[in-house]
T-cell receptor, first 116, second 113 residues
Framework: DSGVTQTPKHLITATGQRVTLRCSPRSGDLSVYWYQQSLDQGLQFLIQYYNGEERAKGNILERFSAQQFPDLHSELNLSSLELGDSALYFC???????????????FGPGTRLTVL | ELKVEQNPLFLSMQEGKNYTIYCNYSTTSDRLYWYRQDPGKSLESLFVLLSNGAVKQEGRLMASLDTKARLSTLHITAAVHDLSATYFC?????????????FGTGTRLKVLA
């Protein structure tokens, strides 16, 4: 158990709908990262937050948005869902966004999203 | 475009054998990460390599980093069935100024009894 929690574990929805995925980082971790893992695209970095502020953006679609709250939990919002958005969505956390500590990431169990 | 390539993509090996997984990346980076993922599960951190020449070992796995060659290796010694999983390397480009982790394609390892 990495200490990172994600809810829900599974989500089944229809095209055009909107969903929210939630992540709670390890105690003390200030950075949260979101990833999408699909069979054809592999593991794709979406976005990173550090202590409530966006720090890095990857291949995140405009239909997707995220935020990190004062209690450091994060939410990933996916809207106007398409069939191709079906994937595993992982959240990871780390202690800091920079520095020489290695910034090791700890991954949550993931949310499996199925869009029908 | 930054690329992180792993080879092989698939590896089937007998128990007791040795093998190496390679991770090549196309940009400068002074840190590299190895992860393990079991089917349907999350990613587990294996190694964090922070400098050129870094070598780390845990059980039957040993990882090394050559930043000049932009190459990392994950060596498996005397493989056992429990090592069957998908292994990913990940790189953070030095020039990005941010922490955009770029993951490799993954190597699916199957150890046959």
């Amino acid at each position: 158990d990495s200490g990172v929690t994600q809810t829900p574990k599974h989500l089944i929805t229809a095209t055009g709908q909107r969903v929210t995925l939630r992540c709670s980082p390890r105690s003390g971790d200030l950075s949260v990262y979101w990833y999408q893992q699909s069979l054809d695209q592999g593991l794709q970095f979406l976005i990173q937050y550090y202590n409530g502020e966006e720090r890095a953006k990857g291949n995140i679609l405009e239909r997707f948005s995220a935020q990190q709250f004062p209690d450091l939990h994060s939410e990933l919002n996916l809207s106007s869902l398409e069939l191709g958005d079906s994937a595993l969505y992982f959240c990871a956390s780390s202690t800091r966004t920079s520095g020489r500590a290695g910034n090791e990431q700890f991954f949550g169990p993931g949310t499996r999203l199925t869009v029908l | 475009e930054l690329k992180v390539e792993q080879n092989p993509l698939f590896l089937s090996m007998q128990e007791g054998k040795n093998y190496t997984i390679y991770c090549n990346y196309s940009t400068t980076s002074d840190r590299l990460y190895w992860y393990r993922q079991d089917p349907g599960k999350s990613l587990e951190s294996l190694f964090v390599l922070l400098s050129n020449g870094a070598v780390k070992q845990e059980g039957r796995l040993m990882a090394s980093l050559d930043t000049k060659a932009r190459l990392s290796t994950l060596h498996i010694t005397a493989a056992v069935h429990d090592l069957s999983a998908t292994y990913f390397c990940a790189v953070v480009p030095s020039t990005s100024g941010t922490y955009k982790y770029i993951f490799g394609t993954g190597t699916r390892l199957k150890v046959l009894a």
